[in-house]
């Protein structure tokens, strides 16, 4: 079990455009390139993002891609769903019938580990992922628009993220 490279590229794009869409729709093209991920590749995962309601689409010169929700509102687990990615620790897809057509010995402790790994991924939105940018200095063109303190009193920047 592991997350593929399409649930990878999408959060990062995802992130991607998050830090960036204050400035407009943020183009595939700028996308593919800043994170060295196929242009036809992120075609086909945000016309998925898309569909689900994920990003919404500006046609046209100027145009590009925005989140369709409010940072907050989109949780990773929101993310790889939408672009189809399984995260199944079992090996019989939660079906129960690994062995003989009966759960086999480890069948609950890998059902508690798919539970474990939604609920994590649940736990975690866009707007941490973007804090987390910021405070490590990921973010390579983007500019904290202030400066706030957090409940320790640490001095945190925050991101122009309209």
């Known amino acids: 079990m ?3 490279t399409k649930g990878r590229f999408a959060v990062t794009a995802m992130i991607d455009v998050a830090l960036r869409q204050h400035a407009g729709p943020v183009t595939l093209a700028g996308i593919a390139e800043r994170q060295k991920i196929s242009l036809s590749y992120l075609e086909q995962l945000f016309g998925k993002l898309r569909r689900n309601h994920l990003v919404a689409s500006t046609r046209g010169p100027g145009g590009g891609y925005t989140l369709a929700k409010p940072l907050a509102a989109v949780s990773v687990a929101d993310i790889i769903s939408a672009v189809d990615e399984p995260l199944d620790a079992t090996s ?5 019938n690994c062995h003989d057509e009966h759960p086999c010995m480890t069948h609950n402790l890998w059902m508690s580990l798919n539970m474990r790994m939604h609920e994590y991924l649940n736990s975690v939105n866009l707007d941490d992922l973007v804090r987390q940018q910021g405070i490590n200095g990921c ?3 983007v500019r904290p628009v202030a400066i706030r303190k957090n409940s ?7 991101m122009a993220t309209a």
């Open 139 to 141: 973010a390579d063109d």
């Open 92 to 96: 019989c897809g939660g079906r129960g």
């Open 152 to 158: 320790t009193g640490r001095r945190i920047p925050v």
């Open 2 to 4: 592991r997350l593929t």
